[in-house]
């Protein structure tokens, strides 16, 4: 199977070997403080966290990717209500699937302990 994706910025891509932790369907959302030095607008969701809906960054559906530590990356597999982004480096790292690719296809085949390999790739 094939799906469109929307991947990380420049400065915002990830690469490494990573594992499905968890999976959560309409989930809360939380920026990282990081993000939220970037984008003061969404400081008042880093404690508290954006409630499920269509306006949430993650979507309905979100995998959450650990690395060979137990750590979590703060990296996404996850649906996302910016369909335009799909196609594009538009993320702050996460990998942005439609939302009915997603639900429909892509988590109910993913395991749990799934491995998530993420490579860099130059545009030349």
Same mark, same amino acid.
């Given at each position: =199977?094939?799906?469109?994706?929307?991947?990380?910025?420049?400065?915002?891509? &990830?690469?490494?070997? *990573?594992?499905?932790? &968890?999976?959560?369907?309409?989930?809360?959302?939380?920026?990282?403080?990081?993000?939220?030095? !970037?984008?003061?607008?969404? *400081?008042?969701?880093?404690?508290?966290?954006?409630?499920?809906?269509?306006?949430?960054?993650?979507?309905?559906? *979100? =995998?959450?990717?650990?690395?060979?530590?137990?750590?979590?990356?703060?990296?996404?597999?996850?649906?996302?209500?910016? &369909?335009? +982004?799909?196609?594009?480096?538009? +993320? /702050?790292?996460?990998?942005?699937? =439609?939302? !009915?690719?997603?639900?429909? +296809?892509?988590?109910? !085949? /993913? /395991?749990?302990?799934?491995?998530?390999?993420?490579?860099?790739?130059?545009? +030349?």
């Amino acid at each position: =199977m094939r799906y469109g994706i929307g991947v990380g910025k420049q400065g915002f891509a &990830w690469a490494g070997t *990573a594992y499905v932790a &968890w999976k959560q369907e309409w989930p809360n959302w939380h920026p990282p403080k990081e993000m939220a030095v !970037r984008r003061p607008d969404l *400081a008042k969701y880093v404690e508290d966290g954006m409630g499920p809906g269509l306006t949430n960054p993650l979507g309905a559906r *979100a =995998m959450y990717l650990f690395n060979e530590d137990g750590k979590d990356t703060l990296f996404r597999l996850h649906g996302t209500p910016e &369909w335009a +982004s799909i196609g594009t480096a538009a +993320s /702050s790292g996460c990998i942005r699937l =439609m939302n !009915r690719g997603c639900h429909r +296809s892509l988590r109910p !085949r /993913s /395991s749990r302990q799934g491995h998530v390999q993420g490579r860099r790739h130059s545009v +030349s």
